[in-house]
């Protein structure tokens, strides 16, 4: 599956520890405090601020690739992981907003083939939208043992949770679902017949002048796209590990 990325994006290397106060609400002590984050390896991004359409602060920081010292700047784009949740909500609902879609239809009206049948003629586009659908996360055992390059559309993604149970019933409670956004994608290209990438790209981004924008696959060599990392929180920096996809 591709990933998302945006040219400027402030993304902290790592979770977010209690050791790392709230920022500050004045400019220069704001200044101070990213500075200092990135001193410490804890920040490794892009910052802007503006106030009226007027820049007051940018810069960037940190590095784009940790192993050639590459470092970020203005115009490094970041990959956005489930930040790009909010643009497959839109997607969805400006097909609601054109009645080719309704928040009260089933999975099962809207994807006949759905690998579990009972559970589709109970979930609805709203429970989808907002977490409440009882499907969980796609990420997993079967997930890390599945080589990234079969991952390249979002059909692909169905084997992995063809076996998955409902972990309550639809509209019952919250919580938060990663299997319930690729159902998303699935239905927004059954509905409109073109790859939710195609959709995002010409619906989304192009009308918005995100023109630096776009998903990518994770083989695919893009210019000015920064390493995604990840680390346990104990270690240093230096041993984060990344790749391309985030």
Do not use: C
């Not at 994006?9 to 609400?25: F, K, N, Q, V």
């Not at 001193?39 to 007051?56: D, H, M, P, T, Y």
């Not at 997930?143 to 972990?167: N, V």
Request: no cysteine; aromatic share 10%.
């Amino acid at each position: 599956m591709a990933g998302t990325a945006v040219a400027m994006l402030m993304l902290p290397l790592g979770r977010a520890e209690a050791s790392i106060p709230a920022a500050p609400s004045d400019l220069q002590g704001f200044r101070a405090f990213v500075h200092d984050l990135a001193a410490r390896g804890r920040f490794s991004g892009a910052v802007l601020i503006a106030k009226n359409g007027r820049i007051l602060f940018q810069q960037a920081f940190g590095y784009a690739d940790r192993s050639f010292q590459a470092p970020n700047d203005l115009e490094t784009r970041f990959n956005l992981g489930s930040m790009g949740k909010m643009f497959t909500a839109v997607a969805i609902m400006q097909l609601v907003e054109q009645g080719r879609l309704s928040l009260d239809q089933t999975v099962a009206e809207l994807l006949p083939d759905y690998p579990d049948a009972a559970a589709a003629h109970k979930i609805r586009l709203t429970h989808l939208l907002s977490h409440t659908s009882g499907l969980g996360n796609i990420f997993g055992p079967r997930y890390d043992a599945t080589p990234k390059d079969h991952l390249d559309k979002l059909s692909d993604y169905l084997p992995l949770i063809a076996e998955q149970q409902l972990m309550f019933e639809p509209g019952e409670r919250w919580s938060y679902s990663n299997t319930g956004f690729l159902v998303l994608g699935l239905i927004l290209e059954k509905v409109t017949g073109q790859s939710y990438f195609t959709y995002v790209r010409d619906k989304i981004y192009k009308p918005a002048g995100m023109d630096r924008t776009d998903s990518y696959r994770p083989y695919e060599v893009v210019p000015d796209l920064a390493l995604g990392y990840t680390r346990p929180p104990s270690a240093p920096a230096a041993s984060a590990s990344g790749s391309p996809s985030g």
